[in-house]
């Protein structure tokens, strides 16, 4: 009985977890060729390919981290936490 609870409780917490990783659902035109960042990792960000299909998440380059401000990789000695966004639209 505890472990089945345990078990029920891991699963929904994966769920809500990768659930909120500030991926867009690029629903909207304005998301399409645009990239957001990634709220678990800042080696990683998210980009908007296709109209209606969730964006894809993307690695920076060896040794960088995204800056959703300049929405580019930069160097990780450069690299500032900024509070996280999210796209218009979520996944």
């Known amino acids: 009985m ?10 929904a917490l994966v ?4 659930a909120d990783a500030g991926q867009s659902a690029c ?3 304005v ?9 678990f990792d800042p080696a990683k960000y998210w980009y908007c390919e ?7 998440e993307k690695d920076c380059p060896e040794g960088m981290a ?9 160097p990780w000695a450069s690299y500032q936490w ?4 999210n796209p218009p639209t979520l996944a």
């Open 82 to 85: 900024k509070p996280l966004e």
């Open 31 to 39: 998301e399409i060729g645009q990239t957001y960042q990634h709220h």
């Open 50 to 56: 296709t109209l209606g299909e969730p964006a894809v």
């Open 15 to 18: 769920v809500s977890v990768s």
């Open 27 to 29: 629903q909207d035109l």
């Open 66 to 74: 995204y800056m959703h401000l300049l929405k580019e990789c930069i």
């Open 2 to 11: 505890k472990f089945a609870l345990c078990f029920a409780l891991a699963v």
